[in-house]
T-cell receptor, first 111, second 112 residues
Framework: QKEVEQNSGPLSVPEGAIASLNCTYSDRVSQSFFWYRQYSGKSPELIMSIYSNGDKEDGRFTAQLNKASQYVSLLIRDSQPSDSATYLCAVKVRDTGKLIFGQGTTLQVKP | DVKVTQSSRYLVKRTGEKVFLECVQDMDHENMFWYRQDPGLGLRLIYFSYDVKMKEKGDIPEGYSVSREKKERFSLILESASTNQTSMYLC???????????FGSGTRLTVV
């Protein structure tokens, strides 16, 4: 079992819809979780971090964490074509500064 | 904003050459990392460093070495470049608490 798993997609949604991206992780003691956005040919950019169970909202983005079920998700409301990118889920290895990344989910927002 | 600068955006080297990839960060971060990213394989950790002159192997250190003589600079060295080291190389840094990385813009290395 991979340590951080994401559906590679592509996930295709129409403009204005809600995009839902999911991630599961294997290490029960993980405490810190991150979502990165990566445009084609560019480096990953941190867009959300979440540390506690529940929801965290930032503009059109909402991160959701459920430690009991070991999943973290990212919702993008009112999706725009500019949101088309690969979204990487990352989990911090406890007591280290290292992040383990999922393979990423490619999101396509169609006008 | 934290800035992580990688010295080259694109690089073409010949098989057997010694290759240096440089990374500099300007926010006094303790942690620095080198990853490579390949289609279908995702981001794989090569080496990382928590402090000056300190280094630890990541998941795929074979064929690579690193140097961290100053806190702001972390160099990745390909001792003898091979075609299977053709890849996108990403440097990242973070504070000691490690709450999220900042990535550099990446170096796309082609070994011919």
């Amino acid at each position: 079992q991979k340590e951080v798993e994401q559906n590679s997609g592509p996930l295709s949604v129409p403009e204005g819809a809600i995009a839902s991206l999911n991630c599961t992780y294997s290490d029960r003691v993980s405490q810190s979780f991150f979502w990165y956005r990566q445009y084609s040919g560019k480096s990953p950019e941190l867009i959300m971090s979440i540390y506690s169970n529940g929801d965290k909202e930032d503009g059109r983005f909402t991160a959701q964490l459920n430690k009991a079920s070991q999943y973290v998700s990212l919702l993008i409301r009112d999706s725009q074509p500019s949101d088309s990118a690969t979204y990487l889920c990352a989990v911090k290895v406890r007591d280290t500064g290292k992040l383990i990344f999922g393979q990423g989910t490619t999101l396509q927002v169609k006008p | 904003d934290v800035k992580v600068t990688q010295s080259s955006r694109y690089l073409v080297k010949r098989t057997g050459e010694k290759v240096f990839l440089e990374c500099v960060q300007d926010m006094d971060h303790e942690n620095m990392f080198w990853y490579r990213q390949d289609p279908g394989l995702g981001l794989r950790l090569i080496y990382f460093s928590y402090d000056v002159k300190m280094k630890e192997k990541g998941d795929i250190p074979e064929g690579y070495s690193v140097s961290r003589e100053k806190k702001e600079r972390f160099s990745l060295i390909l001792e003898s470049a091979s075609t299977n080291q053709t890849s996108m190389y990403l440097c990242a840094s973070s504070y000691q608490g490690g709450n999220g990385y900042t990535f550099g813009s990446g170096t796309r290395l082609t070994v011919v």
